[in-house]
């Protein structure tokens, strides 16, 4: 992401990346994110890794179905 893109990931409990997609340039301050189709992700603990220009959050979410 040296561009200054912000990109998005979901990783499951095991490691295996199951969603990645740039999500353009964000500014400070809280933001809503559109993820993309996840109905074909089973219910379950995933991992959200949002990363811009050397920073990286990540958080743990739960998906139930």
């Known amino acids: 992401a040296g561009n200054g893109a912000a990109w998005l990931e ?7 990346q199951v969603l990645r ?3 353009g340039r964000l500014g ?3 933001h809503m994110l559109a993820s993309g189709d996840l ?3 089973t219910a379950g603990v995933y991992f959200l890794r949002l990363s811009e ?3 990286v959050v990540i ?3 739960g998906l139930i179905r």
Not at 10 to 16: F, L, P
């Open 10 to 16: 979901v990783v499951d409990v095991t490691g295996r």
């Open 21 to 23: 997609q740039e999500v």
């Open 28 to 30: 400070a301050g809280r």
């Open 39 to 41: 109905s074909r992700l």
């Open 53 to 55: 220009a050397g920073n």
């Open 59 to 61: 958080r743990r979410v």
